[in-house]
């Protein structure tokens, strides 16, 4: 069984922010766009335009602030090239590394159960469709 939070600690606790002494970290690393943005890192070094092209569906302004917070995080490093234009590479920090084994067992849970959730998802909202459509019927 996985380790899990101290049965000490009262679950309320997670949501006072002023308590929670992990919120904050949690909230920097959870989400869509800094899980894919330290996934295409754990494979090395990225150039700003290799992550934008390999996220296609991110905009250049949420890269931006992503990767600007997974710096401040101390999660990713920032590398300003000299030339014209200049070139700007990102990579994990020897912290960041530590995260990935997190990540991949996250992605790796994802792929395995993708199928099933999309089938419960489909139908919950068929469920859901035919609850309404009765409802107008009546």
């Excluded at 700007?88 to 993708?114: A, C, F, H, K």
Aim: hydrophobic share 40%.
């Amino acid at each position: 069984m996985p380790n899990r939070v101290s049965p000490n600690i009262a679950p309320s606790i997670f949501y006072k922010t002023d308590l929670c002494p992990i919120r904050s970290v949690i909230s920097g690393v959870s989400g869509k766009w800094p899980l894919l943005i330290l996934a295409h890192l754990s494979f090395g070094q990225h150039r700003f335009s290799e992550l934008l092209n390999g996220i296609p569906d991110i905009s250049q302004r949420m890269l931006t602030q992503t990767l600007r917070s997974l710096e401040r995080d101390g999660l990713v490093e920032r590398h300003v090239t000299a030339s014209i234009p200049p070139r700007v590479d990102y990579q994990l920090t020897e912290r960041g590394q530590t995260l990935l084994p997190i990540v991949q067992s996250l992605m790796q849970w994802g792929l395995e159960n993708r199928k099933d959730i999309e089938a419960d998802q489909e139908a919950t909202d068929l469920a859901k469709a035919r609850e309404a459509a009765q409802k107008d019927a009546a």
